[in-house]
């Protein structure tokens, strides 16, 4: 039910569905799979696929055993294996003609705020130009994140950037148990969760193989994230063909449900900075149309007071100094300063560069 509402879906594929504990590469799994991300296409939904396996393609290559590896030797089997990662990426949904994009990141390029903005107009983009990203962990250059194995946290912070309706963690588990099913025939599968207390964390196990690194525990720690994002977060297993067809039709996962709202965690993002850098005084028809939904253009602004960049928290103020909204900038103090006043196309030509025409783009305003 709830994925078949959601428009935007963030899918984090774990190692062990890729590559088995003998260095097989799982193609016919992931046939299956492009099958599955098809037909949600199909019904208009936005797809991000957040992939684990880069290591473990890499170690396949060059033969060698992931649980031996120091930080600076997987750092180096992570960029053989991302190539290996997308070719096979390529190979597989091409047959199905799903274009596919790779986006490279790191857990601080969606932590810090400037980056995490320019991170979601580029997946935007992407889906306004029809193609699916594949978001991988940047391991040829992270360092904390490949020993502890962060992508299922990565993934809840791709669906907190994008805005993402839901996240989809496929693994090697039907989901959350009430005890380690592996070692008690009496656990039981919990279907939704509402609040995750020390109960619960208590339950969350390291799962044990060659290729994750992750366990249940990451995975509630992804859960706390979405659900302060206003984002669904489901744990489900991907080992059997068309996992996503598989939860469609029988539920058969656990769902960590939201404890605010998509727009109030959105909200609560952009004014939570420790204090607005700088102001924009805008005219009554800016005004008038911020009511109506729209962005904030350069023509609708009067002045610009104070010294701020990129991505920076200002407040947007009335010709009487009256606080309107607060939002982020996409622009510095120093560019608004030279394009106010005027229309949009004339913003290359005062600036000497192409760029984006919205000065606060309505996605990234609260009114006050």
């Not at 039709?249 to 939201?258: A, S, V």
């Not at 605010?260 to 204090?275: G, P």
């Not at 996409?330 to 229309?343: L, N, P, R, V």
């Amino acid at each position: 039910m709830y994925l078949k509402k959601s428009k935007r879906i963030v899918i984090k594929i774990g190692s062990s569905l890729l590559i088995n504990e003998g260095k097989v590469i799982r193609k016919k799994w992931l046939i299956e799979f492009a099958k599955d991300i098809k037909e949600l296409i199909k019904q208009k939904k936005n797809i991000i696929l957040v992939s684990s396996g880069a290591i473990a393609l890499g170690c396949k290559k060059l033969n060698l055993n992931k649980k031996n590896l120091k930080i600076d030797k997987s750092q180096a089997v992570a960029s053989v294996g991302q190539i290996e990662l997308m070719n096979l990426f390529n190979e597989i949904f091409a047959k199905e003609k799903i274009n596919i994009s790779q986006m490279l990141l790191t857990l601080e390029d969606t932590e810090q705020r400037r980056r995490a903005i320019n991170a979601k107009r580029t997946l935007d983009n992407l889906f306004e130009l029809g193609f699916v990203p594949v978001v991988n962990e940047n391991d040829s250059i992270a360092t904390s994140e490949i020993k502890y194995g962060d992508n299922d946290r990565l993934a809840s912070r791709v669906a907190q950037i994008s805005s993402a309706d839901c996240l989809v963690l496929l693994s090697d588990v039907d989901g959350l148990y009430t005890k380690n099913p592996k070692i008690f025939k009496d656990a039981k599968l919990i279907k939704e969760i509402k609040n995750i207390d020390l109960k619960l964390e208590k339950i969350a196990t390291k799962s044990i193989g060659e290729h994750g690194t992750g366990g249940m525990k990451t995975k509630i720690d992804a859960a706390k994230i979405c659900q302060l994002s206003g984002c669904l977060m489901a744990i489900a297993n991907g080992l059997s063909e068309r996992p996503i067809k598989k939860i469609l039709n029988n539920n058969l996962c656990t769902w960590f449900l939201p404890k605010i709202s998509k727009l109030d965690a959105r909200k609560k993002w952009i004014i939570s900075s420790i204090s607005p850098k700088g102001n924009l005084i805008i005219d009554d028809g800016a005004i008038n149309a911020l009511k109506k939904g729209k962005s904030l253009l350069a023509a609708g602004i009067i002045k610009v007071i104070g010294k701020f960049n990129k991505g920076d928290h200002i407040k947007i103020l009335d010709k009487n100094m009256k606080e309107y909204a607060r939002g982020l900038s996409s622009f510095t103090s120093d560019e608004i300063s030279k394009i106010k006043g005027h229309h949009s196309n004339k913003i290359n030509e005062l600036l000497g560069y192409i760029t984006k025409s919205e000065v606060v783009h309505k996605d990234d305003m609260v009114e006050i």
